[in-house]
């Protein structure tokens, strides 16, 4: 058991219980056990080979290329039409996980002799996907958009018309071709971050007089990118500038490649379409450092939350920061799934 992820299992939730279970018998079949995308991952020599997840109504095991299993009990369940490789075995209650022990460790073996073959699920290529009627025609009348669609990489593509045929309702299949013809015009995909340029934003906020906020706090734009948290930290008031390009210096070292934000006047930490695991803002006093999984550090962030996930760090004029703590604390919290705002 890899203890980093013992906070998912310890969680009081619907089906915590049934979870443990399955990840008792999983780790049974010699699998390592990780976490990613904030859930259980076990794999093979790095390779995800099934995940422990869990949804209102059942949980579930995912096998990543449960596509090419043999399902003789016919129990493996494809979520969508348009998941190609993944198949679920899903469970709604404790003595079901436990039944199906053999049965569960037999498709957890057949997983793992899939990925040591090197098996690879053969998906379709992009021409084989349905195209929504009210995106065909959004081309035909549009010759710009058309060569900017088809210009896309294929993954891209995939994505938005995956995007679209998903709409149940003709007029939502419409809204959403309508909403995403400025992002395929301008060459990006679904899930691109589509922003105005952060440099075009601190170039506004420097010609600009920074309205300092309730406690101090700059009003900065909303941006990505680490041109726009240097706007915020340039317009910390007095001491706290200092602190403020420590502290970012201090968790970039400490994560390399960190994706950096500015959001709701809070320059933000995290990975890049994982959520973000740490931000800080001015108080009138101190500088507020938050951990949002900070009860799971260790040790834990001296300051709590109305939050019970989120943990504090007050930093004072004159304050010694210790950096080392400081900086393990960063490490950790980099490896915990990230916070969605």
């Excluded at 990613?36 to 949804?55: E, Q």
């Excluded at 053999?102 to 053969?122: D, F, H, N, P, S």
């Excluded at 938050?290 to 939350?305: C, H, K, V």
Aim: proline share 4%.
């Amino acid at each position: 058991m890899n203890p980093k992820v013992d906070w998912y299992f310890n969680k009081a939730t619907k089906w915590q219980e049934e979870q443990i279970e399955l990840r008792t018998i999983v780790l049974d079949c010699g699998l390592s056990e990780e976490l990613k995308w904030g859930h259980p991952c076990y794999t093979l020599k790095g390779t995800n080979v099934v995940l422990i997840h869990a949804f209102k109504d059942y949980c579930a095991l995912l096998f990543m290329k449960g596509a090419l299993l043999k399902d003789d009990h016919r129990i493996l369940v494809q979520q969508t039409k348009n998941v190609q490789a993944a198949r679920q075995i899903r469970f709604t209650g404790l003595r079901e996980v436990m039944k199906q022990e053999r049965t569960i460790k037999a498709y957890v073996l057949e997983a793992i002799e899939v990925e040591k073959a090197g098996l690879k699920v053969e998906l379709k290529k992009t021409t084989e996907f349905e195209m929504p009627e009210e995106f065909e025609r959004a081309l035909k009348k549009n010759a710009p958009l058309k060569k900017a669609f088809y210009a896309l990489t294929p993954g891209r593509q995939r994505g938005y018309l995956l995007h679209f045929s998903s709409a149940k309702q003709s007029k939502t299949r419409e809204d959403r071709v309508e909403k995403c013809a400025e992002r395929i015009l301008a060459g990006k995909g679904l899930d691109d971050v589509y922003k105005a340029s952060s440099a075009v934003k601190v170039a506004r906020a420097s010609s600009d007089k920074v309205k300092l906020l309730s406690g101090g706090n700059p009003q900065i734009p909303k941006g990505d990118g680490d041109a726009v948290v240097q706007a915020y930290i340039a317009a910390m008031p007095g001491w706290k500038q200092d602190v403020g390009r420590r502290l970012d210096a201090l968790i970039t070292r400490a994560v390399p490649g960190v994706h950096k934000a500015v959001k709701w006047n809070t320059p933000m930490y995290g990975s890049e379409g994982e959520g973000w695991f740490l931000g800080f803002h001015c108080i009138t006093k101190y500088i507020k450092l938050a951990f949002y999984r900070g009860s799971s550090l260790r040790p834990m962030p001296p300051e709590i939350s109305k939050l019970k996930d989120v943990r504090y760090l007050h930093i004072h004029e004159g304050d010694k920061i210790d950096e080392k703590l400081l900086s393990n604390w960063v490490k950790q919290a980099a490896e915990l799934p990230g916070h969605r705002l």
